[in-house]
């Protein structure tokens, strides 16, 4: 859907990932789109290159955030959020909904 | 040596970040990292940067082996937080003129990182900076608020007022 304006769909699926949960680290955008890590680490540097992502290290995941000092994150967040309501129910159901609150160790995931 | 580098191929570059709050501290905070921000592209920054030893070292960062920082040109515009920088001061030495942050940018630069970021050492390094220089703190204020941070703000302009560590003006 943006695809057209960012170059290419990676930088599309990483940043509704950011809009969405306000973290993602590449590992876990491969496994939920089911494309190669490298792929999104690629991006992943492109976006942070641009001042667009930051990140930092937890543990030993690099985990990226959209960049709070972006200077035209409000208006990149507008357009994320007007073009998020357009993506398919079915797209939304299976990459945007994922469980995000606590559940404590031990539990059945 | 950089500004002279990128003067010599006609290169704009303003210096932001720990670098200034070095200069305007007198390096009670020391930082090894030189952030520019430039309009030009990283190709020509790269071949004027080399003529003085500079290698390129990833697409935005630069080095040598006998200099101990790191200088890295951070992508355009020039901001603090959503406002795009206004000011500039020219700064000149012994070694030629160094192109900064003001020290009331420099001050909302560090608060940027510390509202964003809850960084403690930015927050030192603002105020810092406020102790140090003539600082517009009706201006950082008027800034915090517009970025949605006052409560952060209240928490600076209150140790603005203690400010025992700091070396109070």
């Known amino acids: 859907m943006l695809e057209g304006l960012f170059g290419n769909i990676t930088i599309e699926k990483i940043l509704f990932t950011l809009f969405v949960y306000g973290e993602g680290y590449p590992l876990g955008m491969a496994k939920t789109f089911g494309v190669a890590v490298n792929r999104f680490q690629q991006q992943l540097k492109r976006l942070e290159d641009a001042g667009i992502v930051a990140s930092k290290l937890i543990g030993r995941v690099r985990v990226y955030a959209l960049n709070p000092r972006y200077p035209f994150l409000a208006e990149l967040k507008t357009l994320l959020e007007k073009a998020y309501e357009f993506l398919p129910e079915k797209e939304k159901e299976a990459y945007y909904r994922r469980r995000t609150r606590p559940r404590r160790t031990g539990k059945p995931q | ?169």
């Not at chain 2, 940067?49 to 515009?77: I, M, N, W």
């Not at chain 2, 420099?106 to 600082?135: G, I």
């Open chain 2, 1 to 169: 040596m950089i500004f002279r580098a990128l003067d010599k191929k006609d290169i704009d570059a303003i210096l932001v970040g720990g670098a200034c709050v070095s200069i305007y501290t007198k390096n009670k905070y020391q930082s090894f990292d030189l952030d520019f921000v430039t309009h030009s592209a990283m190709k020509e920054v790269a071949a004027a940067l080399s003529e003085f030893g500079f290698q390129r070292k990833s697409s935005r960062h630069f080095s040598r082996d006998d200099c101990p920082f790191f200088v890295e040109f951070v992508a355009p515009p020039a901001a603090i937080g959503s406002e795009p920088v206004r000011d500039k001061i020219a700064l000149r030495t012994k070694r030629g003129t160094i192109i900064l942050l003001t020290p009331t940018d420099s001050v909302k630069d560090r608060l940027a990182a510390y509202y964003h970021w809850n960084d403690p050492q930015a927050l030192e390094q603002a105020l810092m900076v406020a102790f140090a220089q003539k600082t517009d703190l009706s201006e950082v204020k008027r800034w915090s608020l517009k970025e949605g941070h006052a409560e952060k703000c209240r928490v600076f302009m209150k140790m603005m007022k203690t400010g025992v560590n700091y070396g109070r003006r």
